[in-house]
């Protein structure tokens, strides 16, 4: 029997590509290649060679990658401290950490005698594995090998901060909380989502299919490794310092997540440093980022000659999460969803400090998005507020029933003013007068003109 000549013809064209189809999948889906994924404190041409081959890694995963290649440096622990950590911490913090820290310390979400220069000693010495210095504009290991994997996630900061100026963006939070972790959601969150899909597949389909339960179960797990490993090696450290640093990786690889999967693409994660999240709101809630409700800025009137004899020692806003992390420190029954601050639209903290010395005086005001959350906020407030005085040192009041004189809590409408004032001035506190402001547009258009 004779055989077909163009029907061989056609099955092993059939099998040939069947077979390069088999093939271009496996290439796609495997890890890729690499000699080493850790080097030691190598020759400079050694480390050069790996953070080149680390590069095209990041550029498979993200399809871009920083050009030209920042320097990567094994420094020591000394340098790593003065050199970047408290430079970067001072940056973030408007000049002046210490200050800027004192109103988490007025409301017991860090003991009020924690210095922060001695505690970042001690962090920096033991738990940092590496970072990107966005002011020295370079990678650096302190004291530690240098990992691939570690090295895609700050290669990609690189990446961010020659396309989009990272320390232009960390200007635009003024040193506020709120600002400072929504910010730092979006650049965390898109580096520790590059990083996550580095390990899980190294290669930019296997990227593009990862299930978004995958995702989280990924970052939910970083967030909790971070945890526990402080845990380990700081057992005393503040608790909701682990919270804030959890939650810029954690929340921020999902609010980058919903950003890349409305396009399957990373084109919307790109255009949002154009115009970033401002708020913890927008970062817990990415649809109310999509839609372009952006916080509520408040301003106080008089703020600086609000109290005859007291000046103003520091203010700030704490936002959604922040405020979280307040109800979550003084309230029992507050558990770990932030649904108890969930109605946030915009705050503001102000903390007085008179020269005689006296008791210091707190005012915190904040805006709500119904009268109903205002009024149920309104009663949570009072009740931490009250814990708090009694808690804090500084305001010399040593039981519950004493601090619950000092407090008081007023609701207009949405808006809430809250005091802790040991001298009880309330009436001239709980009258403070503000203006507001708000942010309006879409930050990434209308996907309707867009034809999304």
């Given at each position: ?32 290649a690499?000699a ?10 050694a ?16 399809g871009r990658t920083?050009?030209?290649l ?14 970047y950590v ?16 004192d109103i ?8 009020a ?9 001690k ?8 970072a990107?210095?966005?002011?020295g504009?370079?990678?650096v ?22 396309r989009?100026?990272?320390?232009k963006?960390?200007?635009?939070t ?6 400072i972790?929504a ?20 290669s ?10 995958t ?15 402080i845990m ?10 682990i919270?804030a ?12 997540e919903?950003?890349?999967?409305r396009?399957?693409?990373w084109?919307d994660v ?6 970033p ?6 970062i817990?809630?990415?649809k ?8 509520v ?6 703020k ?6 007291y000046?103003?020692v ?6 959604e ?7 979550s420190?003084?309230l ?9 601050a ?5 705050d ?6 008179a020269a ?5 005086v ?5 805006i ?5 959350r205002?009024?149920?906020?309104s ?11 009694a ?7 040593d039981?519950?029933k ?13 808006r809430?003013?809250a005091?802790i004032?040991?001298?009880?001035r309330?009436?001239?506190l709980l ?14 258009g ?7």
């Amino acid at each position: 029997m004779q055989e077909n000549p163009r029907k061989n013809s056609w099955v092993k064209v059939t099998l040939q590509v069947y077979s390069a189809a088999i093939s271009l999948a496996v290439a796609l889906v495997s890890p890729v290649a690499t000699a080493q994924d850790v080097v030691p404190d190598a020759d400079a041409t050694a480390l050069r060679k790996f953070t080149e081959d680390t590069s095209k890694d990041l550029e498979r995963v993200r399809g871009r990658t920083a050009k030209p290649l920042p320097p990567v440096k094994v420094i020591g622990r000394k340098e790593y401290l003065e050199e970047y950590v408290l430079k970067s911490v001072d940056f973030m913090w408007g000049g002046d950490f210490e200050r800027s820290l004192d109103i988490f310390r007025a409301l017991g979400m860090i003991p009020a005698d924690l210095k922060t220069k001695p505690f970042l000693e001690k962090y920096g010495s033991r738990m940092t594995a590496a970072a990107y210095d966005f002011l020295g504009k370079r990678v650096v290991f302190p004291e530690t090998d240098v990992n691939r994997e570690v090295l895609v996630h700050e290669l990609c900061h690189a990446m961010q901060d020659q396309r989009h100026d990272i320390a232009k963006l960390m200007r635009t939070t003024h040193g506020e909380l709120d600002g400072i972790l929504a910010m730092g959601a979006l650049i965390e969150g898109e580096a520790t989502n590059v990083q996550i899909r580095y390990r899980l597949g190294r290669s930019r389909l296997l990227g593009i299919i990862i299930p978004y339960g995958t995702l989280r179960k990924h970052a939910r797990a970083e967030a909790e490794k971070l945890r526990r490993r402080i845990m380990r090696w700081m057992p005393d450290v503040p608790a909701n310092l682990i919270r804030a640093q959890a939650f810029v990786y954690d929340e921020g690889v999902l609010f980058v997540e919903r950003l890349r999967r409305r396009k399957l693409h990373w084109v919307d994660v790109d255009a949002a440093f154009a115009r970033p999240p401002r708020s913890t709101t927008q970062i817990l809630h990415p649809k109310k980022y999509l839609d372009g409700e952006w916080p509520v800025t408040i301003d106080v009137t008089g703020k600086q000659t609000l109290l005859a004899g007291y000046r103003l020692v520091t203010e700030n806003t704490l936002g959604e999460f922040g405020t979280w992390l307040f109800l979550s420190t003084h309230l029992k029954e507050v558990g770990p969803s932030t649904e108890a601050a969930a109605g946030w639209r915009g705050d503001r903290v102000l903390l007085y400090r008179a020269a005689s010395g006296a008791k210091p005086v707190l005012v915190w005001i904040s805006i709500w998005e119904t009268p109903e959350r205002a009024e149920a906020m309104s009663k949570d407030l009072r009740t931490a507020l009250v814990h708090c005085a009694a808690r804090v040192p500084w305001y010399g009041l040593d039981t519950h029933k004493r601090g619950e004189t000092a407090v008081r809590v007023r609701r207009t409408g949405d808006r809430v003013v809250a005091v802790i004032d040991p001298a009880r001035r309330f009436e001239r506190l709980l009258g403070t007068t503000w203006t507001t402001t708000q942010a309006k547009g879409k930050p990434l258009g209308d996907r309707k003109k867009q034809g999304k």
